[in-house]
């Protein structure tokens, strides 16, 4: 148990070095240096920088050095916590990338945490009837929903969904708060009010992994409950329920808790498009800005700092299924 | 794929008896049988049949559209005109349409269009109209279908008056033909990478491994927008194209390369390995000629099914406008018009290339359940 977590652990940190490496280059892709475009854009805007400035920006980013020790600048900073500066895409304010994200990234991790929770709660039920009622009217239902939900491009479904609230029951679904509580400090009603204003956006988070948890339940229950265990024990007499529950679907959850690695990625990412249609605060609309403006520490930093997180959300998967699966707990477990 | 070509003849021209229908199953290749089995997968079937007619459109696009997809009508942001078959008096014509006025309601500002009866203007077959090039090769100024003396859209028009049918069928070609050119991309790093680390195993393969996971674990879309944000804005927009369908390509190998990888692991031990190892086969010729062979059907369904996310990703990017710029056109880019709800709930003609979109995932999904159904031996 001990070295398998520790091996997880280590390769989370291989994760975020290799991630690290990968944004940095993506800093680095759009043409021309960001200080030049920087100087450009202030420009535009009325700013003409004193030489001081240009040549304090130029060591802060190490500008003359080769792209390795840019690399190292840059990298050595993000573990202090210190992400760079925006170059004002945001909000029309140039000001610490920290700063944007501590405002946006809380309630992106909020969402995302409720749609992986959204995905569970229903594909899991699901998964359980469509096996134990295989090939039976309901199964058949299922199996349709589950093929339209993963053929709808989230930001389709989001814009449907928004549009019948907005048709049939007149709730304009977007932003995060109703304009009365959007200054209010917090409250219960304020914390009610977000909830109300979460339900579209999870969903539509969280249909894209429910269509594929659902199937993949599915499918090992059905091979669980063809097993000679279960026949078994039904000829013993044991209840269906028990029969059900006791083994098969325990063992049937091993591979969503580790398919938990596939589905996150695609909800921090599906976050971005889904906040952009619902113009919800979140750091999916600030990407958007930056990679447009070209702001590439700011841009640079989201996608790191989402990365970085799902693959903080594979280690905890790789310790619950440790938790849940004895097999990798107690043997010499072979990884993945 | 022919599926009875094999006619028990000798050389000589002496004809034996034909096989019987169960001496035909045991001399199939495993290709045919795949076939057969997938001729009896109904859904599958149908969807791949619809797949071929809806490629087939992409491709003649130009014949089949009544006006260039630039083209610029005065009806702007009209909606779908009407066709009808029963006129002002009761009594049943050939499909026709009424001419329009534009009517501007003084207050709102809002635009209705009324059909006038006074004008009734028959649909036409093979109509002349806007001249195009037919594949490049030759000057056709023939259109499958079209109206004289007023204009048809069957789609309505955006806000600029363009046909919105004929640009969604036009941005077929490309929301249809991304999903390939990348899946293509995908697989060659797939097989190569995947061939490796199964072929070789060991230290290599635990490498290539982690890394696969590490390419899995990144959050695609965020990814996908920074690369494509960084396609120049001077490309054209074939250049672009191409950019696009790598930057979908680098991360959807992945996965791809895991199967090639357990495949390969499985089928490496077989005798028949050993023995072309003997024969003297370098590691290459063992890889490609003998092992990829052995799961290529796995891999073309796996394909099919990497196909859809390939396309719902490019709709994205393309709808963000990050993804396949103006001129050209695609699902995803017609899909900009409809950014939000009051555009929606005013102009809601503008969501139909997303039902394209919906149509073509589903169907590649069905065609994808079908084969790999058809690929199981055990079934």
């Given at each position: ?336 | ?185 995908s697989f060659v790093l797939g097989i190569i990478i995947g061939g490796i680390s199964g072929y ?5 393969d635990?490498?290539i491994q982690r890394f696969i996971e590490f390419v899995i ?32 390509s680098?991360v959807s190998w992945a996965g791809l390369a895991r199967v090639v990888r357990g495949k390969i692991l ?33 891999l073309?369904?796996h394909?099919?099914?990497a ?73």
């Amino acid at each position: 148990m001990r070295a398998y977590l520790v091996r997880r652990f280590l390769f989370m940190v291989v994760g975020w070095w290799l991630l690290s490496v990968v944004v940095f280059i993506v800093i680095q892709l759009p043409p021309g240096d960001f200080l030049t475009n920087y100087i450009a854009g202030q420009e535009q805007a009325g700013t003409f920088l004193e030489r001081e400035e240009i040549e304090a920006l130029k060591l802060y980013y190490g500008l003359d050095r080769t792209p390795i020790e840019q690399y190292l600048f840059w990298a050595g900073r993000f573990v202090i916590g210190d992400l760079g500066r925006s170059f004002g895409s945001w909000r029309a304010a140039e000001q610490p990338v920290t700063k944007i994200l501590a405002e946006v990234l809380p309630f992106t991790i909020i969402l995302s945490t409720l749609a992986l929770i959204f995905t569970y709660v229903v594909a899991i039920p699901i998964g359980i009837y469509s096996a134990t009622h295989q090939y039976r009217p309901g199964d058949y239902f299922f199996t349709a929903v589950g093929f339209i939900g993963l053929a709808v491009p989230n930001f389709m479904l989001a814009l449907l969904l928004m549009f019948m609230l907005f048709r049939y029951f007149g709730i304009t679904a977007g932003g995060l708060f109703a304009p009365e509580y959007a200054l209010a400090p917090w409250s219960v009603d304020k914390v009610l009010d977000m909830l109300k204003h979460l339900i579209v956006p999870v969903v539509v988070l969280g249909t894209a992994g429910t269509a594929g948890t659902m199937r993949v339940m599915r499918g090992v229950l059905l091979d669980e409950l063809g097993k000679q265990y279960v026949i078994t024990a039904r000829a013993r007499g044991v209840s269906e329920r028990r029969l059900l529950f006791k083994y098969p679907v325990r063992l049937a959850l091993n591979p969503i808790v580790s398919g938990t690695a596939y589905i996150l990625p695609g909800i921090f990412g599906g976050n971005a498009i889904v906040a952009i249609v619902l113009s919800l605060p979140m750091t999916g609309p600030v990407l958007l800005t930056a990679l447009r403006a070209q702001d590439m520490f700011l841009a640079g930093s989201i996608v790191m700092v989402e990365g970085a997180l799902v693959i903080f959300g594979t280690f905890l998967s790789d310790i619950l299924l440790a938790l849940v699966d004895p097999r990798i707990r107690q043997e010499r477990a072979v990884a993945a | 794929m022919a599926t009875t070509s094999l006619e028990p003849t000798t050389g000589s021209g002496v004809s034996i008896r034909e096989f019987t229908e169960e001496e035909q199953y045991y001399v199939a290749s495993q290709w045919q049988l795949m076939w057969r089995k997938f001729r009896r997968h109904r859904l599958g079937y149908a969807s791949g049949v619809l797949l071929v007619l809806g490629y087939f459109f992409a491709i003649t696009y130009d014949f089949w559209i009544p006006y260039d997809f630039t083209d610029r009508h005065d009806k702007l942001s009209s909606p779908p005109t009407r066709i009808h078959v029963i006129d002002a008096n009761g009594t049943w014509q050939m499909p026709f349409v009424y001419g329009t006025q534009a009517i501007v309601d003084p207050q709102t500002f809002k635009r209705t269009f009324e059909e006038d009866p006074e004008q009734v203007h028959p649909i036409g077959l093979f109509t002349q109209g806007a001249p195009y090039k037919f594949w490049g090769l030759f000057e056709w100024d023939r259109h499958f279908f079209g109206v004289e003396g007023t204009t048809i859209h069957m789609f309505g028009t955006d806000d600029l008056g363009r046909d919105v049918f004929s640009r969604t069928l036009s941005a077929a070609r490309i929301s249809l033909s991304i999903g390939f050119v990348g899946v293509v991309l995908s697989f060659v790093l797939g097989i190569i990478i995947g061939g490796i680390s199964g072929y070789f195993g060991g230290t290599v393969d635990l490498l290539i491994q982690r890394f696969i996971e590490f390419v899995i674990s990144v959050p695609t879309i965020p990814l996908w927008m920074s690369l494509s944000a960084a396609v120049p804005i001077t490309w054209s927009p074939l250049q672009t194209y191409f950019a696009i369908t790598v930057v979908l390509s680098v991360v959807s190998w992945a996965g791809l390369a895991r199967v090639v990888r357990g495949k390969i692991l499985e089928l490496r031990e077989n005798d028949y390995v050993m023995a072309a190892r003997v024969a003297g086969a370098g590691n290459m010729r063992v890889l490609f000629d003998h092992l990829v062979p052995g799961f290529m059907s796995y891999l073309i369904v796996h394909l099919t099914l990497a196909v859809p996310s390939m396309i719902i990703a490019e709709t994205t990017l393309s709808f963000l406008r990050l993804g396949i710029r103006a001129p050209a056109v695609s699902w995803g880019t017609l899909m900009q018009d409809a950014q939000n709800v009051s555009t929606i709930a005013v102009f809601p003609w503008l969501m139909i290339p997303g039902v394209f979109v919906i149509i073509a995932v589903m169907l590649f999904n069905f065609l994808g359940d079908g084969l790999r159904d058809a690929a199981d031996p055990y079934r």
